[in-house]
């Protein structure tokens, strides 16, 4: 039996990240058949994880980028990205620029996808006069939890598309060629409801063509939903979103009046999540007594907290645990009782079992001892991309599985002398 994940423990100390490239080769095929075809062509959002070493293995498969800061282009760029915008190898979409954001969208040619109408007048004034894409709020959309609603009246995202005909004439006054309409409108929590929203979206895009004679893109955003509580493998809805695909690709030829109008999507959950595993250590198990306010709770102990992995902290967000014993990776089996998985920060949210309303959701696993190992899986996705310094734990490390076996360190263990280096005084 292997040994793998205890002996990289014992070598590289834990918590640790671990992506394996074997899934992501299938998460990538998948995206390959879902795009096949002319004019169809897809972006990885790198925001959920921008590795150089992941963003390299979705430009060798021809994927092209969404960025959303300066730092983020210049990440696709040091990867072998292309700067330009003909084509767009590189998009850059924000609601709000900060740090070198004009910089680099002028130094690099990138073609900036404006998210709030001033951005306008902002890029005027920066002197910039090259192409641009418009980021649209449709007024529906919805994201995998409530919290990340991405279109409607109380999404901060894009531009409302009731202010697009004014932003058509102020992006004309002001010299910027409109070669692209983009909308993120997120997947919801269901399959069904992204085709649903899709296809509500085609017929949006449908009516606001018609003002931008110079579109030669259309984007269809990110959002394909992935299965947090079901295992990998081959989702059911993905014929139907590329015969989906394909329809709206020829509606949306049709308004542009153009046969070689490109249509566009831009996943990251769906490409990353399942490739990352975050494995930690445990370290104790205690109780709690029940009284008038709540039963008692067993809380495992773990050595990794919400700087290394936010998402449930954040939205509740799930993620299938695996306790491993003994140094051949045994899983552990049998009977099983309701846990709570927490952290070491200092903060009565650092817990990896909880409802998006902030209460605990013990979860039932045959109980962890101390030197278990437990394996948070589905983590590649917005996982080591939001993680923090919070309590001045430096980042885990991340480590490559190739499709071989062999394992590659991609990035350190942060250290005190790391946090200390940006301070100046
Ligand atoms: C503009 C845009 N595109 C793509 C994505 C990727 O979404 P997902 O990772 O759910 O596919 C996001 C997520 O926030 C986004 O804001």
């Known amino acids: 039996m292997s040994s793998f994940y205890h002996d990289l423990a014992a070598d590289a100390g834990t918590p640790y990240w671990l992506y394996d490239e074997a899934v992501l080769q299938r998460r990538l095929s998948n995206i390959a058949w879902l795009t096949e075809g002319p004019g169809l062509q897809p972006r ?19 994927l092209w980028i969404d960025a959303v800061s300066g730092n983020e282009v210049l990440r696709a760029r040091h990867a072998g990205f292309a700067g330009g915008n003909d084509p767009p190898q590189i998009l850059f979409t924000s609601d709000a620029w900060r740090d070198n954001a ?3 969208i002028q130094q690099e040619r990138i073609l900036p996808n404006l998210g709030s109408p001033g951005m306008v007048e902002m890029l005027r004034q920066a002197g910039y006069r090259g192409p641009i894409a418009l980021r649209v709020n449709p007024g529906f959309g919805h994201g995998h939890v409530n919290t990340c609603d991405t279109g409607g009246p109380s999404a901060k995202h894009g531009i409302w598309h009731e202010d697009l005909p004014a932003v058509a004439g102020a992006a004309a006054a002001a010299g910027l060629r409109v070669v692209m309409l983009h909308a993120h409108i997120g997947s919801g929590p269901q399959p069904a409801e992204l085709l649903h929203n899709w296809q509500r979206l085609a017929a949006a895009f449908e009516t606001l063509l018609p003002l931008f004679p110079e579109a ?3 984007n269809l955003g990110g959002g394909l939903p992935f299965n947090y509580r079901a295992a990998e493998g081959r989702e059911a809805w993905l014929p139907d979103l590329r015969d989906l695909l394909v329809q709206i690709a020829g509606r949306l030829a049709r308004a542009a009046g153009q046969a070689g109008l490109r249509v566009e999507i831009e996943p990251g959950r769906y490409l990353m999540a399942p490739v990352g595993t ?13 009284d008038a306010r709540g039963p008692g709770v067993t809380f495992v102990m773990v050595d990794a907290g919400f700087n290394d992995l936010l998402r449930p902290a954040l939205y509740g967000a799930h993620h299938a645990l695996q306790v491993l014993r003994g140094e051949a990776d045994e ?3 049998g009977e099983v009782a309701p846990v709570v998985v927490a952290g070491p920060l200092c903060e009565a949210g650092d817990v990896f079992t909880r409802e998006a309303n902030g209460l ?5 696993l045959p109980c962890p001892q101390p030197g278990d190992l437990l394996l948070i899986h589905d983590v590649g996705a917005y996982g080591y991309a939001m993680s923090s310094t919070y309590n001045s734990f430096g980042p885990a490390p991340q480590f490559w599985r190739t499709s071989g076996g062999e394992v590659q360190m991609m990035s350190r263990r942060g250290t005190l002398a790391d946090l200390l280096r940006l301070e100046t005084g």
């Open 44 to 62: 990885f959002a790198m925001k959920a994880c921008p590795a150089t070493r992941v963003l390299a293995a979705m430009r060798s498969h021809g």
């Open 102 to 104: 004009l910089a680099v």
């Open 216 to 218: 030669t893109a259309v």
């Open 278 to 290: 975050l494995v930690t250590r445990v370290l104790d198990v205690k109780r709690t007594r029940g």
């Open 331 to 333: 899983p552990v089996t």
């Open 360 to 364: 605990l959701a013990p979860r039932l």
